[in-house]
Nanobody
């Protein structure tokens, strides 16, 4: 069992940066691949990024490549998403998730989810 809690969301202007963090409970965190998803109003939840259980490999959806960086610290049971050069279309609720499949581009490939954190990019 893994419980996930996201933080770090907020309101930022176009071109700004935010760093999202996801804190996990449980001693099995390091066994899971981790992913970030986002959901904008009226849209389906979409994949953003994923990282393997030990962290050497990461995967990004095309729209965030070069702007977002995923990382994890298994000693602290955390995964982060550094978001730079933010655009209005990045506005969404961001969720972290834990699963066994990498890169896990579909929500149904994840077993555990956080409650989400709102990111709003204003123009």
């Amino acid at each position: 069992q893994v419980q996930l809690v996201e933080s770090g969301g907020g309101l930022v202007q176009v071109g700004g940066s935010l760093r999202l963090s996801c804190a996990a409970s449980g001693r099995t965190f390091s066994r899971y691949n981790m992913g970030w998803f986002r959901q904008a109003p009226g849209k389906e939840r979409e994949f953003v990024s994923a990282i393997t259980s030990s962290g050497p490999s990461a995967y990004y959806t095309d729209s965030v490549k070069g702007r977002f960086t995923i990382s994890r610290d298994n000693a602290k049971n955390t995964v982060a998403l550094q978001m730079n050069s933010l655009k209005p279309e990045d506005t969404a609720v961001y969720y972290c998730a834990a699963g066994q499949i990498f890169p896990g581009r579909h929500a149904n490939q994840y077993n555990y989810w956080g409650q989400g954190t709102q990111v709003t990019v204003s123009s």
